[in-house]
């Protein structure tokens, strides 16, 4: 013998007939809290706030670095050039 039983009901009303919490507000909570936890760690994310944060005091822009990289390759390609 086989029974087949359909429930038609929202999912509020089966949380409620069931006996669940509604956990709707709690995750609202979080998930407000996640979004401004994630905007903050964008603005971080920047790419000049990355800058700052991972080159050295001295070098100031993006012309500086560049200079340095060029320097350092010309140094470089010359030292290959050179007699050992």
Do not use: H, S
């Not at 956990?23 to 609202?28: F, S």
């Amino acid at each position: 013998m086989k029974i087949t039983v359909d429930v038609d009901c929202t999912p509020e009303e089966a949380r409620t007939f069931l006996g669940l919490p509604d956990v709707k507000p709690m995750q609202d909570a979080m998930m407000a809290e996640i979004e401004g936890r994630m905007k903050a760690t964008l603005t971080a994310m920047e790419p000049e706030a990355l800058l700052r944060t991972w080159l050295p005091a001295q070098v100031k822009g993006m012309e500086q670095l560049n200079n340095m990289f060029w320097a350092n390759f010309a140094q470089a390609t010359r030292g290959n050039k050179e007699p050992g």
